[in-house]
Protein backbone atom coordinates (compact mmCIF):
# COMPACT_ATOMS: atom_id res chain seq x y z
CA UNK A 1 0.00 0.00 0.00
CA UNK A 2 1.48 3.19 -0.70
CA UNK A 3 2.18 6.01 1.37
CA UNK A 4 -0.56 8.35 2.64
CA UNK A 5 0.60 11.68 0.97
CA UNK A 6 0.90 9.71 -2.29
CA UNK A 7 -2.69 8.73 -2.06
CA UNK A 8 -3.72 12.69 -1.00
CA UNK A 9 -0.90 13.87 -3.87
CA UNK A 10 -2.94 11.34 -6.97
CA UNK A 11 -6.31 13.02 -5.65
CA UNK A 12 -5.28 15.90 -6.51
CA UNK A 13 -3.63 15.08 -9.55
CA UNK A 14 -6.76 13.77 -11.03
CA UNK A 15 -8.73 12.16 -8.70
CA UNK A 16 -11.19 14.91 -7.71
CA UNK A 17 -12.93 14.82 -11.20
CA UNK A 18 -14.73 11.82 -9.55
CA UNK A 19 -16.80 13.27 -7.77
CA UNK A 20 -17.99 14.62 -10.25
CA UNK A 21 -18.53 12.05 -12.02
CA UNK A 22 -20.75 10.80 -9.26
CA UNK A 23 -22.41 14.13 -9.49
CA UNK A 24 -23.26 14.32 -12.84
CA UNK A 25 -24.26 11.02 -12.50
CA UNK A 26 -26.96 11.93 -10.10
CA UNK A 27 -28.19 14.82 -11.78
CA UNK A 28 -28.56 12.55 -15.29
CA UNK A 29 -31.50 10.54 -13.08
CA UNK A 30 -33.12 14.10 -11.43
CA UNK A 31 -33.14 15.06 -15.04
CA UNK A 32 -34.54 11.83 -15.93
CA UNK A 33 -36.69 11.37 -12.98
CA UNK A 34 -40.70 12.72 -13.11
CA UNK A 35 -40.30 13.07 -9.41
CA UNK A 36 -41.28 16.52 -7.99
CA UNK A 37 -38.21 17.30 -5.75
CA UNK A 38 -37.46 20.51 -4.47
CA UNK A 39 -34.41 22.36 -5.27
CA UNK A 40 -32.63 21.93 -1.55
CA UNK A 41 -33.72 18.37 -1.99
CA UNK A 42 -31.85 17.88 -5.24
CA UNK A 43 -28.86 20.05 -4.75
CA UNK A 44 -28.67 17.52 -1.23
CA UNK A 45 -28.60 14.31 -3.80
CA UNK A 46 -26.22 15.44 -6.11
CA UNK A 47 -23.82 16.54 -3.31
CA UNK A 48 -24.24 12.58 -1.46
CA UNK A 49 -23.49 11.42 -4.94
CA UNK A 50 -20.54 12.85 -4.88
CA UNK A 51 -19.03 12.53 -2.00
CA UNK A 52 -19.89 9.02 -2.09
CA UNK A 53 -18.04 8.79 -5.50
CA UNK A 54 -15.05 10.50 -3.46
CA UNK A 55 -14.86 7.86 -0.84
CA UNK A 56 -15.50 5.14 -3.61
CA UNK A 57 -11.89 6.47 -5.26
CA UNK A 58 -9.81 6.72 -2.00
CA UNK A 59 -11.37 2.98 -1.62
CA UNK A 60 -10.72 1.30 -5.46
CA UNK A 61 -7.66 3.82 -5.71
CA UNK A 62 -5.77 1.06 -4.15
CA UNK A 63 -7.33 -1.88 -5.76
CA UNK A 64 -5.91 -3.86 -8.73
CA UNK A 65 -8.86 -3.07 -11.31
CA UNK A 66 -9.32 -1.79 -14.57
CA UNK A 67 -9.78 1.78 -15.27
CA UNK A 68 -13.30 1.36 -17.11
CA UNK A 69 -14.68 -0.85 -14.15
CA UNK A 70 -13.72 1.94 -11.73
CA UNK A 71 -15.25 4.83 -13.70
CA UNK A 72 -18.74 2.34 -14.46
CA UNK A 73 -18.03 1.52 -10.13
CA UNK A 74 -18.16 5.83 -9.52
CA UNK A 75 -20.86 6.70 -11.93
CA UNK A 76 -22.97 3.89 -10.27
CA UNK A 77 -22.21 4.91 -6.84
CA UNK A 78 -23.25 8.09 -7.98
CA UNK A 79 -26.89 7.40 -9.02
CA UNK A 80 -27.63 4.99 -6.06
CA UNK A 81 -25.88 6.48 -3.38
CA UNK A 82 -28.80 8.11 -1.81
CA UNK A 83 -30.67 5.08 -1.13
CA UNK A 84 -27.37 2.94 -0.28
CA UNK A 85 -26.54 5.77 2.36
CA UNK A 86 -30.61 5.01 3.53
CA UNK A 87 -30.17 1.74 3.69
CA UNK A 88 -27.03 1.59 5.92
CA UNK A 89 -28.35 4.39 8.03
CA UNK A 90 -31.64 1.79 8.64
CA UNK A 91 -29.57 -1.02 9.13
CA UNK A 92 -27.55 0.43 11.59
CA UNK A 93 -30.43 1.96 13.80
CA UNK A 94 -31.89 -1.68 13.74
CA UNK A 95 -28.69 -2.93 15.12
CA UNK A 96 -28.81 0.05 17.63
CA UNK A 97 -31.95 -0.89 18.71
CA UNK A 98 -31.40 -4.52 19.45
CA UNK A 99 -27.90 -5.51 18.96
CA UNK A 100 -28.36 -9.29 20.35
CA UNK A 101 -30.94 -9.92 17.30
CA UNK A 102 -27.63 -9.87 14.77
CA UNK A 103 -25.32 -12.31 16.84
CA UNK A 104 -27.86 -14.51 18.99
CA UNK A 105 -29.70 -16.38 15.51
CA UNK A 106 -31.06 -19.40 15.79
Known sequence: MEP???LLREFINGGWLVPLVGAAAMLARLLSSNSKLTLVDQVKKILTAAIASGIAWFILEQ???????KAMTYGIIG???PEVIDGIVKLGMR???N????FLKK
Open 99 to 102: PLKY
Open 63 to 69: TDVSSLV
Open 4 to 6: EKS
Open 95 to 97: FAN
Open 79 to 81: VIS
